[in-house]
């Protein structure tokens, strides 16, 4: 089973319109709601790419029952942690005329003790059934920059980390199978400007030699990084094609490579499935409801270059 943890989840709503005007109204051609933030991606993602999984979670409010009821008409299997502070709720802005996309994001509203503490209890009883773990996205406000340490320490198999900053830091000693923070986020994680490729490369083993097996960096369309104590690779994606909604293509590339290690893929493999997951994701509207089938045709087009 695929376990996908974090604590901010999103509930997004998706505006497309037809050039964006800062300062004045904007009338939307579309609007679109749908369950996001990176758990709740990256477990859609696990639970699209088949095999058992599990997201586990934080909800409440007015955004609870909608949530709910999009996970059952899906089937992705769930355990929601409710909480007194509700859902925060995001916004996309998708301009069809200069094909940018605007986000709009709240940050994760304070969760109380007794639910941090609920949390982590669910965490440790799914976690010990779990063939591979995906903790994933920021920490609500108050929340100690500590709790995915406390989460990774209480993981018994390989864990994707999909997060930034001192609480990545912290973790490293308990050596996560791979951690997945973009060129941006490391760059803020580190506290460092990383402009060269090689200034990345140095920045990526520093990490590896902390504890982390595996670092994966990422760029947008841009080539992806991936280092070990040992070795350094640069993995090239072939052309994308038409981009419809980017959001989420990180947490679809999370969950694609934890998929891969609990069916015994090599990294390197993995990285390149999660590569095409993220071109699949791209070319839907809703984060993550993408068609898998043509995801191991495209990762054979991934090419692989050792440094």
């Known amino acids: 089973m695929i376990l996908t943890a974090g604590l901010t989840p999103a509930w997004q709503q998706i505006l497309v319109v037809d050039g964006l005007h800062v300062g ?117 406000v108050d929340t100690p920059e500590t709790f995915y340490r406390e989460l990774l320490s209480l993981t018994p198999c390989p864990a ?27 760059a803020r994680t580190l506290g460092q400007p990383l402009s060269s490729d090689e200034e990345l490369c140095r920045a990526m083993q520093s990490l590896n030699a902390r504890g ?21 690779y640069r993995l090239r994606p072939p052309p994308a094609g038409p981009v419809v909604n980017a959001i989420g293509c990180g947490d679809a590339m999370a969950a694609a490579i934890a998929w891969a290690t609990r069916n015994g893929r090599p990294l390197l493999d993995a990285v390149r499935l999660g590569i095409a997951a993220a071109a699949a994701n791209l070319r839907q509207m809703f984060p993550c409801h993408f068609d898998p089938s043509r995801i191991e045709e495209d990762a054979a087009r991934v090419e692989v270059e050792e440094l």
């Open 160 to 186: 994707v980390l999909d997060f930034r900053g001192p609480g990545l830091l912290s973790a490293l000693d308990l050596r996560p199978y791979v951690i997945k923070p973009n060129r941006e986020e490391l």
């Open 24 to 140: 004045e109204v904007n009338r939307a051609r579309e609007s679109h709601w749908c369950a996001s933030g990176k758990v709740f991606n990256a477990g859609i993602a696990a639970h699209r790419l088949g095999g058992p999984s599990l997201t586990l979670a934080v909800a409440g409010g007015l955004p609870l029952a909608e949530i709910q009821r999009e996970f059952q008409e899906m089937g992705v299997p769930h355990r929601l942690i409710v909480t007194r502070a509700s859902t925060r709720v995001c916004t996309t802005l998708l301009d069809r005329t200069t094909g940018t996309i605007t986000e709009l994001v709240e940050n994760g509203r304070p969760l109380a003790a007794d639910e941090l503490a609920q949390y982590r209890a669910a965490y440790a009883e799914e976690a010990a059934r779990a063939e591979v773990a995906v903790i994933a996205g920021s920490l609500p």
């Open 212 to 232: 982390a097996r595996w670092v994966v960096i990422t760029a947008g369309s841009r080539p992806v990084w991936v280092s070990s104590a040992t070795a350094v």
